[in-house]
């Protein structure tokens, strides 16, 4: 990443009021929100379904608010690839996933609502047993441990205000923490009401000062090796797919099934997710737009940190405050979702508190979370991207077959057979992967392994059932 050095010559006394401005109205928003709990009974603050849900009052503008700003906070991951391989960043990070997005509009959101659920996990108990649902809040957990956005977080803070990275990074979850212990859910939907607006707002500029000075996008052919306007990127089919079907775990994603079961009604919940893609392709345009404008003109630039350097040279002060500002948004909205939906998945769903449910169950598994997410962050070594892959491949490979099937067909499955073709789809990931590390074999990606485990195992469900029929 860029060094703090680098940066700060950019940064006027404009610019960190306009920045500083942005977290107070951040805060501002969580104490609005606060203030509207305050209204409700005692009963209803120290519930379940007002902490996870919101008491199910995401009205059209907060669900499409909150739902855009989590599902976006990977910005330098998206960036650095499109820096390294063009558009084929817009296949593999847009194309396949706004097609899911269309499909949970039209075929699932009916069937989710219908459950009254509070989480993913939950309706996973309702549909099969308390066994598997222990067993999705786990592979829940895995996918919603936000060490990508911790990541993020802590590279940008270093980059802004200097120092150590682990300083940094404590800093700003700590941050995200307190609001999130604070407020639950609605602090989160009330903070990606503002994260939302700036988001937005950053990579639009962007575009606008990248296209006012050196020229509309058509200049980018001359400037750009003709593999960046490759949609393969110079990878094999299969390669590619892997992300296609890693973009189908949004069907099984906990924060696309939180923000559905919170919405005031389905109308809501449908119409909101139409809006949200619209606007995710648009966002996808200017970052993508934002990043070859990069590449074009910063082209010895490290792919991590182009993005953010050419943000910074190309506007003028003030707006590199709005910048900023919104780049830290994009990161703070993801993140306060996932360290919230994960600590969920210890508290509600794994310990299964639901009766005796307290808030302060929730508190400290999400303290645990943020520690954990910590910690995990250096094992990566910032590349975010292979973070996305790996913990999301056991919630792609092994719990989209089942789980829709058993929301199409349900009793096709029994908890037994969903327990052993989850967990051997698991094991067979894992042993892979280790595999592909010792002996370097690589002929095919672990996703495809436990993708054929977990749906080889149910195949004699489908048989016996239809033979029944």
Not at 37 to 58: A, T, V
Not at 94 to 119: D, N
């Amino acid at each position: 990443m860029v060094s703090h050095s680098e940066i700060l010559p950019f940064i006027t006394t404009i610019d960190w009021i306009v920045f500083l401005a942005v977290l107070l109205l951040t805060l501002a928003s969580v104490l609005y929100g606060q203030s509207l709990k305050n209204k409700l009974s005692e009963k209803e603050k120290e519930s379940p379904l007002e902490l996870l849900l919101m008491g199910r009052r995401l009205t059209l503008p907060l669900f499409v608010a909150t739902l855009v700003a989590t599902w976006y906070g990977g910005i330098f991951g998206v960036t650095a690839l499109t820096f390294e391989k063009g558009i084929y960043n817009f296949l593999t990070q847009g194309v396949f996933w706004y097609i899911t997005y269309l499909v949970f509009a039209f075929f699932l959101v009916k069937k989710i609502r219908q459950t009254q659920s509070l989480t993913l996990a939950g309706m996973a108990g309702k549909l099969f047993g308390p066994t598997a649902e222990k067993l999705t809040a786990t592979l829940n957990f895995l996918t919603l441990l936000p060490v990508a956005y911790t990541m993020s977080l802590g590279i940008f803070l270093q980059t802004l205000l200097g120092g150590s990275y682990i300083m940094n990074t404590i800093l700003g979850v700590s941050l995200v923490t307190l609001w999130s212990l604070w407020g639950g859910f609605r602090a989160v939907v009330f903070s990606d009401v503002v994260q939302f607006f700036f988001m937005i707002l950053g990579v639009v500029l962007v575009v606008v000062f990248a296209w006012l000075k050196f020229g509309d996008p058509s200049v980018l052919v001359d400037k750009l090796p003709p593999s960046h306007f490759d949609l393969m990127g110079g990878e094999s089919i299969s390669s590619v797919l892997v992300w296609g079907f890693i973009a189908l775990s949004t069907l099984v994603d906990p924060n696309f099934y939180q923000r559905c079961l919170a919405a005031e009604t389905e109308k809501v919940a449908k119409n909101g997710i139409l809006i949200s893609t619209f606007i995710w392709f648009c966002f996808d345009c200017c970052t993508t737009l934002g990043a070859l404008y990069a590449r074009a003109y910063l082209p010895e630039a490290s792919s991590q940190n182009a993005y953010l350097i050419f943000s910074m040279q190309i506007v003028p002060e003030g707006v590199r405050g709005l910048i900023l500002a919104g780049i830290l948004a994009t990161i703070l909205s993801t993140l306060d979702s996932y360290l919230f939906n994960a600590a969920t998945c210890i508290s509600f769903d794994f310990f299964n508190f639901k009766e005796k449910f307290k808030l302060w169950h929730h508190h400290v598994a999400l303290i645990y979370v943020a520690l954990t997410s910590i910690v995990l962050s250096y094992f990566f070594q910032g590349n975010v991207i292979a973070v996305w892959k790996t913990l999301g491949t056991f919630s792609a490979a092994c719990l989209l077959f089942p789980m829709l099937v058993a929301q199409f067909k349900p009793g096709v499955i029994s908890e037994k057979q969903f327990c052993r073709a989850v967990s051997l789809g698991c094991l067979g990931i894992v042993s892979w992967s280790v595999i592909n590390q010792v002996y370097g074999v690589n002929l095919i990606d672990e996703f495809y392994i436990g993708l054929v485990l977990t749906s080889v195992v149910l195949l004699p469900a489908f048989i016996l059932k239809k033979s029944q029929t």
